[in-house]
Every structure is written in C-alpha cells, then in structure tokens.
C-alpha cells in the first residue's frame, strides 16, 4: 500500500514539506524566526462547543477546527502590513522594485536514479525553460528523441561512462563471466549509467565468454551463432538483474 503525500502527516508528505522549507532557505536564506503555534484543550471556543459530561480529547473533530481557525488568524497577522498581502496577479507590490506575484518559487520534486524516465525528465525540466507538452521536452536541435533519457544524452547532460568501462575492463582480467555479468547488473541497477546500450555492446564479448565457449565445444561456426551467444548472455543477465531490482533489462 502507498500513502500518498495529500494524507496529513503521512511520510511522503513530510518528505514534501521538508522539501518546500529547504526550498525557501535556499532562495532566501536562513529564517530570522522560527514560530510555533500549539493547541490548548481548554480554548472557550473549544469548551463551548462540548456536551455535557464531554472531555475536549472526546471531539477531535473541535479541536481541529478550532485551531485551524486559530492558525488562519494568525497568518493574518503576520502578512497584514507585508509583501505577503493580497494582490492581482502581475500587479506590483507597493514599496518594492517591481515584485509580481507571478514571479513565484518553485521546486521540482526529489527522483530516485532508479526510476529512471522520471529521473531524465526532471533533469530536463531543470535544462529546458518554458516547456510545453512532454514532447517538446524531448526535442533537441529540431528532433524529437525516443526517450527523456536519449534526450539528456543528447543535451549533454549525462556523464560518460568512463570509470564503468575501466570498472568492467579490469574485471575481465580476471574474473569469470558469471562475475562481470553480476559487476554489470550492479553497475546498471544501482548506478547512473549514461549509455547502457554502449556499454554492454563494448563488453559483451567478455561477459558472453562462458556462453561462447560452449558453442566451441561443438565445433561449430562461432560467427554464424554470435547473435545467439549474446542473447542467451543477455538472458542470463536480466535473470541477475531482476533478482536485484524486479526490473527487465528494457526498464534500464
């Protein structure tokens, strides 16, 4: 079951509020105060409205209007006089150099790298300014890229896979195909790599060896069957890397 971050005081939406203060201090620095409000059961408004015989901790539903309502008054008071006051969008603030209220703050929300489309597509709403539709997200230079991924590639915006390829590179020296095709699935489950594709057509002939020595063994045309030495790796590698994320390669 997931608990969705509308649920008040769930963890996600904690996670979103702590998100939202960092977001502030970031932009504006860190706060000069740091005000709380608590809820008293002995409030009038709140004693007032309780039967006969009734404690205030019998009717949550008082005390959480109550003081929501308490809450409310009090933003009103700290905005009355302030930037914060209502206004017309696009109108300027009194007193301030041209400051709309449609020029606001905003933040994109945090994305595991193992959810992978989500994770370009943020990448690219931090790059591309003024999008407007998902497949504009995608164009680069006039065309229209398969993937969000394909288009962070194309925009530069993902590293190279250098220290993969020396990682996977050095492995070979030494280690059975069994452990380079574990190495590899590691790397892809729980690393950013740019160009999986690219990575796996440089090292595939070392991570296919034990497959490939198998067709020797019965004499045969090895050029003829490569195809099907790489996929039957392929096979053996997705079983790896489901075991470790519940993913099929193509996810990757």
């Not at 702590?18 to 002995?42: E, N, W």
């Not at 709309?100 to 945090?110: E, P, S, W």
Request: aromatic residues 8%.
């Amino acid at each position: 079951m997931v608990v969705l971050p509308s649920f008040t005081g769930g963890s996600r939406y904690m996670h979103e509020r702590t998100q939202d203060a960092m977001t502030y201090v970031r932009h504006f620095g860190r706060p000069d105060l740091f005000i709380t409000l608590t809820c008293s059961p002995k409030w009038p408004e709140i004693v007032d409205l309780l039967n006969q015989g009734q404690k205030s901790h019998d009717r949550h539903d008082i005390i959480a209007r109550v003081f929501r309502e308490k809450v409310k008054h009090m933003m009103k008071l700290l905005k009355k006089g302030c930037i914060l006051e209502i206004r017309k969008k696009g109108k300027a603030i009194s007193g301030y150099l041209e400051i709309k209220k449609d020029q606001v703050l905003g933040r994109v929300y945090a994305v595991h790298p193992g959810n992978a489309e989500c994770y370009y597509l943020r990448l690219l709403l931090h790059k591309i300014r003024g999008p407007t539709s998902f497949t504009a997200l995608k164009i680069v230079a006039g065309v229209v890229q398969p993937s969000f991924q394909a288009a962070c590639r194309a925009l530069g915006l993902l590293e190279d896979d250098t220290h993969w390829n020396s990682t996977l590179e050095e492995a070979s020296i030494s280690e059975s195909p069994n452990k380079i095709r574990e190495l590899f699935a590691i790397i892809l489950v729980f690393c950013q790599v740019g160009d999986p594709i690219k990575l796996w057509e440089k090292h595939r002939d070392s991570l296919a060896e034990d497959v490939k020595k198998q067709f020797e063994a019965e004499q045969v045309n090895i050029d003829l069957y490569l195809d099907i030495i790489y996929n039957q790796c392929l096979v053996l590698l997705e079983d790896i890397v489901i075991s470790m994320s519940g993913k099929a390669l193509l996810q990757f």
